[in-house]
C-alpha cells in the first residue's frame, strides 16, 4: 500500500477501523514511525507520525505536507453502458491503474434496467485502488439514464463497434468513447454514430473492450 485514505487531514487524526488493523496486524508499526497520507483531492502527500497506537486506534500528528501529484498522463473518459455491476466493480480497479479519467455509465436500449449502480462501492474501489497504485486524484463517476441523454450531452463521442475504423496508434482527445453492453447497440443507437472506432480480436465481453480500449489508448 502506497498511502492510506483519509478523508480530511488536520494537526492530529485518529484512524479506527480497516485502516487501524492494517496499520497494528499487517504493518505492525509502532509509536513514532511515519505514515503516508492523502485525501485524492489536492494533490498532497501528508506525513504523519504515529503517536501512539493500541488495540483500537492509532494517534497521528501532522509532520509535513508534500505537493506530489501522480495522475493519469493523459486524459481518457469511457461512455460505460451499464452491464452487471458485479463485472463492473471487477474491473474498475484495472481502469483505476491503467489511468483512466471518468467513467459515464449509460443505460442504453440494451441495459438491463434492474441493474443499480451504487456509487458508495465504486468509490470504496477507487479508494482501495488509489492506495495500492499510488494515485493521487479520484475517478470521476457519473450515471446517465438513458443513451438519449449521453448523446444530447456528448455529442462528439466516438463509438465503440464492429463496423468502424481501426483504432488509430496515436489518438488524443477529450470526448468520450462510448462502449456497448452485452448485447450491443440498437439500431436506433447506432443511428446517432458520427464516429467509429472498432478494435481488433473475436467478439469481445463489454468488460474486455473497456480494458482493451483503455490498454490502447492510455499505455
Not at 485524492?40 to 497521528?60: H, P, R, T
Not at 453492453?181 to 458520427?194: A, V
Request: proline share 4%; hydrophobic share 35%.
Amino acid at each position: 500500500m502506497q498511502f492510506l485514505y483519509f478523508e480530511n487531514p488536520q494537526n492530529n487524526i485518529i484512524i479506527t477501523g480497516d485502516d487501524h488493523k492494517y496499520l497494528f496486524k499487517v504493518r505492525r508499526v509502532k509509536p513514532n514511525e511515519l505514515i503516508k497520507i492523502r485525501n485524492l483531492k489536492d494533490d498532497y502527500l501528508y506525513i504523519y507520525k504515529i503517536d501512539s497506537i493500541n488495540k483500537k486506534e492509532a494517534l497521528l500528528s501532522l509532520q509535513e505536507k508534500i505537493h506530489k501529484p501522480n495522475k493519469p498522463k493523459k486524459y481518457l473518459h469511457i461512455g460505460w453502458c451499464v452491464i452487471d455491476p458485479k463485472n463492473i466493480e471487477k474491473t474498475l480497479p484495472s481502469l483505476n491503474e491503467m489511468g483512466v479519467s471518468k467513467i459515464t455509465f449509460v443505460y442504453c436500449d440494451y441495459s438491463q434496467k434492474n441493474f443499480k449502480i451504487k456509487f458508495e462501492r465504486l468509490y470504496k474501489i477507487l479508494i482501495n485502488s488509489s492506495q495500492q497504485c499510488g494515485r493521487s486524484d479520484m475517478m470521476e463517476i457519473e450515471i446517465i439514464n438513458s443513451s438519449k441523454e449521453f448523446f444530447e450531452k456528448y455529442d462528439n463521442f466516438i463509438a465503440i463497434d464492429f463496423d468502424g475504423e481501426k483504432f488509430p496508434c496515436e489518438i488524443k482527445t477529450e470526448n468520450p468513447f462510448l462502449i456497448g453492453p452485452e448485447g450491443g447497440f440498437s439500431q436506433n443507437e447506432r443511428e446517432q454514430f458520427k464516429k467509429i472506432y472498432k478494435l481488433e480480436g473475436f467478439i469481445l465481453r463489454s468488460e474486455t473492450a473497456v480494458c482493451a480500449l483503455c490498454a490502447k489508448y492510455l499505455l
